[in-house]
């Protein structure tokens, strides 16, 4: 496995793969390496021949200092994962590699109005300004994105359609621990009692599933099965519960097409989010957590 630093040195082994008529997949990542990152490589591998993950703690996209300085950073242990999933490149600027009096920057405009754009102003600008960077850099043929951040895939999904970019975007499913609580690499903040109660985010979702199932179509009781659930293991705050149009990211108060339901909670000083997909399967919805 190669690891590069520089934007020349990717693209030197971009070029050379492409010479032996190699597709490139990517999978743009914050390091910290959990077995949600790692599917997304296998996904990225069934689908392209070199694999290119890049790490880089993207500070314009954190709107608190504090969260920046303290992501997690491990880059021998993510050297070994990586290697271990198939990852044939590492790309591991320096802050100063990416950004050199940066003053362009990439607004998806309407999709981040709401759930975590309405609750971290700036934050999509900063994701959307540095995948557009490193496709630029990467020129991946196919990038996987994660689920979990539905309302980043989505709104990358959407930068890639309207700024023609000529890459397939893949999202991956969510891929969680015991007791479902989703992997994040902010969970190693969470200590074991934190940890204990953020499972309640999860069974939330699986209230909201029977109600779903059972018919219930009205914002207000998917929502309050939701916050009962959540309530229960009192989390530090609820940053939202909310139910969205999957085309637009907008509220919605009763679920007629493809909705999400989305969560983000403070357990300690840990912000998690998760969400389940609700997709209309003839006359009724199947819930996809
Ligand atoms: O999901 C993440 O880890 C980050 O938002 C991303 C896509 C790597 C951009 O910094």
């Known amino acids: 496995m190669i690891i590069a630093h520089t934007i020349e040195e990717v693209r030197t082994q971009i070029r050379q793969a492409r010479n032996e008529g190699k597709q490139i997949g990517f999978v743009p990542t914050m390091g910290y390496l959990h077995e949600g990152h790692l599917s ?41 994962l990586a290697e271990k999933a198939g990852v044939n490149l590492i790309f591991l600027p320096e802050e100063e590699e990416m950004y050199h009096n940066q003053r362009t920057f990439v607004e998806v405009e309407s999709l981040a109005d709401h759930l975590c754009g309405a609750t971290r102003p700036g934050h999509f600008r900063g994701v959307c300004t540095v995948v557009a960077k490193l496709f630029n850099i990467v020129l991946p043929d196919v990038s996987v994105f994660g689920r979990k951040d539905i309302q980043q895939a989505l709104i990358i999904e959407k930068m890639v359609k309207d700024l023609n970019f000529p890459i397939r975007i893949i999202i991956a499913p969510t891929i969680r621990e015991e007791g479902g609580l989703a992997m994040s690499s902010r969970n190693k903040h969470l200590s074991s009692d934190e940890r204990k109660r953020a499972l309640s985010i999860n069974r939330g979702l699986h209230a909201a599933k029977s109600r779903i199932e059972s018919g219930i179509r009205r914002k207000e009781e998917i929502i309050a099965a939701v916050r009962s659930e959540l309530e229960k293991s009192t989390p530090d705050k609820i940053d939202y519960i909310e139910l969205v149009s999957y085309e637009t990211l907008q509220p919605i108060e009763h679920i007629e097409g493809r909705t ?30």
């Open 40 to 80: 997304l490589v296998k996904i990225s591998k069934r689908q392209s021949d070199f694999q290119v993950m890049s790490i880089f703690v993207n500070r314009i996209q954190f709107n608190d200092r504090k969260d920046f300085e303290s992501y997690p950073r491990e880059y021998e242990r993510d050297f070994a």
């Open 260 to 289: 999400i339901l989305a969560i983000a909670a403070f357990f300690g000083s840990t912000r998690l989010i998760d969400n389940m997909l609700i997709e209309p399967e003839g006359d009724s919805f199947t819930c996809v957590l």
